[in-house]
């Protein structure tokens, strides 16, 4: 009896100890407020506008969301960790988004310390995590910030933001299938690395009439990332290159023509349509200096987004941004910024647009947790190239945001 005893207490205090060493975190934030967007197209034969206002528009400031993290101890210095994040959706009939964003970030992984560590699973970019801790604007959801673009509205810079790559058509954000590497500073340097494969391949078989063309055949969506970052005293510098691939198979139409495909956006869980080949190449440097009285800000981005079947057919993106960010008071911060940049695409005599962007905020803080906020931004292009005879086309975009965000 009291060897029972003393087991079933030996057995009690290892899971207590175990479950001491573990902890679960919620955590999440909720944004919502008043925002008015205006946009303008100038065409050759007429002007297009619209006006679109919200009241109780969720995330200007920062996208809602609700996520779960946490940490388990396993002794020699490593643990084991996990992140499940979903976008919410405050004024929806659902409160989960149903969208591709939904699924914001969803990895596990392992890290020794004095080494660095391990995550498989849906995670953000090396850029994106870059852009995330160099822009003056903390990549909020307002128009004007030329790095990240909103992802709201359409046509304000040449392209449209209806992209799969959850959030902006300035380079992609995140994706799943990743394999991330992230080590230890060391003298001031610390490297990440970044992996994703999705990869499917079957017999290619012919499709009988009057249908024709192929079935099957390999679709694989591939890509990787490094980046490099360095820290000195009050200087943050960092360089950042990703690269991904789409590969599918030919398709054919009734008339025996061999379809090449047309450059599109890498997006999220590798889908693509039959017959796109492309290659999608992010590249991103960025340096940041806090003065005291304010920090400055200085960035680059440049998107190739190229067919692997000719190299004339593509779309480049370049743009760059500086801008500043301050606290006048203790309770006031504040931050600006401007930028320009030049898109081109599908090759030569084909549309092109040089486009600039505006931004100037404010956070009145009413606690660590709870704050305030107003944004306001300007963007458009000029120098639209005409296409095919039908004259050059413009795009204007003006937009202000007031709300509350409190994070938890």
Same mark, same amino acid.
């Given at each position: 009896?009291? #060897?029972?005893?003393?087991?079933?207490?030996?057995v009690?205090?290892?899971?207590?100890?175990?479950?001491?060493?573990?902890?679960?975190?919620?955590?999440?934030?909720?944004?919502?407020?008043?925002?008015?967007?205006?946009?303008?197209?100038?065409?050759?034969?007429?002007v297009?506008?619209?006006?679109?206002?919200?009241?109780g528009?969720?995330?200007?400031?920062?996208t809602?969301?609700?996520?779960?993290?946490?940490?388990e101890?396993?002794?020699? +210095?490593?643990?084991?960790?996990?992140?499940?994040?979903?976008?919410?959706?405050?004024?929806?009939?659902?409160?989960?988004?149903?969208?591709?964003?939904?699924?914001?970030?969803?990895?596990?992984?392992? #890290?020794?310390?004095?080494?660095?560590?391990?995550?498989?699973?849906?995670?953000?970019?090396?850029?994106?995590?870059?852009?995330?801790?160099?822009?003056?604007?903390?990549?909020?959801?307002?128009?004007?910030?030329?790095?990240?673009?909103?992802a709201?509205?359409?046509?304000?810079?040449?392209?449209t933001?209806? @992209?799969?790559?959850?959030?902006?058509?300035g380079?992609?954000?995140?994706?799943?299938?990743?394999?991330t590497?992230?080590?230890?500073?060391?003298?001031?340097?610390?490297?990440?690395?970044?992996?994703?494969?999705?990869?499917?391949?079957?017999? @290619?078989?012919?499709?009988?009439?009057?249908?024709?063309? %192929?079935?099957? +055949?390999?679709?694989?969506?591939s890509?990787?990332?490094?980046?490099?970052?360095?820290?000195?005293?009050?200087?943050?510098?960092?360089?950042?290159? @990703?690269?991904f691939?789409?590969?599918?198979?030919?398709?054919?139409t009734?008339?025996?023509?061999?379809t090449?495909g047309?450059?599109?956006?890498?997006?999220?869980?590798?889908?693509?349509?039959? +017959?796109?080949?492309?290659?999608d190449?992010?590249?991103?440097?960025?340096?940041?200096y806090d003065? +005291?009285?304010?920090k400055?800000?200085? @960035?680059?981005?440049?998107?190739?987004?190229?067919s692997?079947?000719?190299?004339?057919?593509?779309?480049?993106?370049?743009?760059?941004?500086?801008g500043?960010?301050?606290?006048?008071?203790?309770?006031?911060?504040?931050?600006?910024?401007?930028?320009?940049?030049?898109?081109?695409? %599908?090759?030569?005599?084909?549309?092109?647009?040089?486009?600039?962007?505006?931004?100037?905020g404010?956070?009145?803080?009413?606690?660590?947790r709870?704050?305030?906020?107003?944004? %306001?931004?300007q963007?458009?292009?000029?120098?639209?190239?005409?296409?095919?005879g039908?004259?050059?086309?413009?795009?204007?975009?003006?937009?202000?945001?007031?709300?509350?965000?409190?994070?938890?």
């Amino acid at each position: 009896m009291k #060897k029972s005893l003393f087991a079933i207490a030996a057995v009690t205090a290892f899971a207590g100890a175990a479950q001491a060493q573990s902890s679960v975190t919620v955590y999440g934030i909720l944004d919502a407020g008043f925002s008015s967007l205006n946009q303008r197209q100038g065409g050759p034969t007429r002007v297009t506008k619209s006006t679109t206002a919200s009241l109780g528009g969720s995330g200007n400031e920062t996208t809602s969301r609700l996520g779960f993290k946490g940490t388990e101890d396993l002794g020699g +210095g490593t643990s084991a960790f996990f992140t499940v994040e979903v976008a919410i959706t405050p004024n929806s009939a659902q409160n989960v988004s149903t969208g591709t964003t939904s699924n914001r970030q969803t990895f596990v992984g392992l #890290k020794k310390n004095g080494i660095g560590q391990f995550a498989l699973g849906t995670q953000y970019t090396p850029v994106h995590v870059a852009v995330g801790a160099t822009d003056p604007g903390q990549t909020n959801n307002v128009v004007g910030n030329v790095i990240y673009p909103n992802a709201g509205t359409t046509s304000r810079d040449g392209q449209t933001t209806t @992209q799969a790559d959850g959030g902006t058509f300035g380079y992609v954000v995140r994706t799943n299938n990743a394999l991330t590497v992230t080590t230890d500073k060391f003298a001031g340097f610390q490297g990440n690395l970044f992996y994703t494969q999705n990869n499917a391949n079957t017999n @290619q078989t012919t499709v009988a009439a009057p249908s024709s063309g %192929y079935t099957g +055949g390999h679709t694989n969506q591939s890509g990787y990332g490094l980046g490099v970052n360095y820290n000195w005293q009050k200087l943050l510098v960092t360089a950042n290159y @990703q690269s991904f691939k789409a590969e599918n198979p030919y398709t054919q139409t009734a008339a025996g023509v061999v379809t090449t495909g047309t450059p599109v956006a890498w997006g999220v869980g590798g889908a693509s349509a039959a +017959g796109v080949n492309t290659k999608d190449n992010n590249t991103y440097f960025a340096a940041t200096y806090d003065f +005291g009285i304010l920090k400055a800000y200085a @960035q680059y981005l440049n998107r190739k987004v190229e067919s692997t079947i000719s190299s004339n057919n593509y779309m480049k993106r370049s743009a760059q941004q500086i801008g500043v960010r301050s606290f006048i008071t203790p309770t006031i911060e504040a931050w600006g910024s401007i930028g320009n940049g030049r898109i081109s695409s %599908y090759g030569p005599n084909q549309p092109t647009a040089n486009f600039t962007g505006w931004q100037i905020g404010s956070n009145y803080l009413l606690s660590k947790r709870t704050n305030l906020y107003a944004i %306001y931004g300007q963007t458009g292009t000029s120098n639209v190239a005409s296409v095919a005879g039908t004259g050059n086309v413009s795009t204007n975009a003006n937009q202000y945001a007031v709300g509350v965000r409190h994070t938890f």
